[in-house]
């Protein structure tokens, strides 16, 4: 890549959060006239924080990763402002004014952090690919510390919880993580085996079953997610990752219709048998039947964002704490009430960006392992994006995932500002290898 366009790039990145870290603050300003009709006392310092992260961030991958995407950064610390203003609203009505903003600040400044670690250390993807049993054993293991007496706790009817001291983390956020790097290098490794066929069902050739064994395993390990921590939200998602990944790694139609047919299989099981997976459904399927009770989060969050409408009330203006734990699973429809339908769709289209941005990066790599980890990267964000603001609105049962950057979390933003990192890196990559090789073949045409 030329060095203009490389300028051009980090200079865009440069306003984008320069402009994002204004709107986010004017975004505070109003919210604040909304509660006390008064502008905020500590307006300089939180500018000079979302400002202040923004720019130390942007300047790493100005060093270390030059040629990577200048979007999504900017993208995902606007996401970031907005769920801590919204975070900082939520708890002023509730009476808890310093707790949840000082702890989201500063997980967002640890994650910025783990943010800068993985851009100035890992300099080469291939040294991940090396490790890829090494990832696989510490998924696992993450999985399993929420199991382990003493240190595994339940919270809210889910077992995904682990306590090393003061610190209380969801592993799952990072094991996620570890397991989407260890896919990515077994399917590189093993992507001929699982392209073979060797008989037809129908119309689609089918590999042999242990060929088959990375669908089974992946169909089995999400059904012990979900029975052993009452998980749905990480079950969904690990299965429909290693679905994506293998559907994309072997291009075969046939792994995709047997993961759906495995996946509806599995899902028709539990709901016969577990009974909190029968009571999601059936808050999904009618919440105002459980109003006075366990439907009592969706009725409220279904009233709140229809008092959004088009504009929303004001920021400030609306009644988001009637919904409990609204800064985590239901901040998406505190955004819908105070801001509107225009508030959601702003939210969406970040997604939606950040999204297109990681494709692209899957797209233009001619390394298959940057391409499959760029594409599980990506699927990791926005299914859990999709998983949230689905629950939200109703359009799937509630899992109880965290809407990425917005929702109060310390796990997952540390978990997806790592994953940035990581998009970052690939992105630098592919860009630095496309560029050689244009520079390859206009030397050889010129020989």
Known sequence: ????????????????????????????????????????????????????????????VRKFAPSADPVILPLVFFLNGLGQV???????????????????????????VAFIFVLVFIRNSKDLETQKYTFGVIGIILLALPLLPFIGSEINGARIWASIGPINLQPGEFARLALTIFLASYLVEKKELLQVGTRKIFRFEVPLWR????????????????????????????????????????????????????????????WRIFEHIQA????????????SGSGYQLVEAAIAMANGGLIGTGL????????PEVETDFIFAAIGEEMGLLGTVLVLSSFLLIISSGLRI????????????????????????????GGVVRLLPLTGVTLPFVSYGGSSLLANYILVALLLRLSDQVENSQSNKEKSIREMSNE
């Open 1 to 60: 890549m030329k060095n203009k366009e490389i300028q051009y790039r980090r200079r865009t990145e440069l306003w984008l959060i320069i402009f994002g870290s204004f709107v986010v603050t004017l975004l505070y300003i109003l919210t604040s006239f909304g509660n006390s009709a008064s502008v905020p006392v500590d307006l300089v310092p939180f500018f000079v924080v979302v400002l202040g992260l923004g720019v130390l961030a942007h300047l790493v």
């Open 86 to 112: 919204f975070i900082t609203r939520l708890s002023h009505e509730s009476g808890v004014a310093d707790e949840l903003p000082a702890l989201q600040s500063t997980w967002t400044a640890v994650g910025v």
């Open 211 to 270: 060929h088959l064994s990375p669908v089974l395993l992946a169909w089995g390990f999400a059904m012990l997610v979900l029975i052993a921590e009452k998980d749905l939200g990480s079950s969904f998602l690990y299965f429909a990752l290693f679905t994506v990944m293998i559907w994309v790694s072997t291009q075969r139609l046939s792994y995709l219709i047997i993961s759906f047919g495995l996946f509806i299989c599995g899902a028709l099981i539990s």
């Open 280 to 291: 999601r459904v059936s808050i999904w399927h009618d919440p105002w039947s459980f109003r």
């Open 316 to 323: 400030g203006s609306g009644e988001p704490n009637r919904i």
């Open 362 to 389: 899957a797209i233009k790599s001619s390394d298959p392992f940057n391409k499959l980890l760029a594409l599980g990267l990506t699927t990791l964000i926005g299914l859990q994006a999709l998983v949230i603001m």
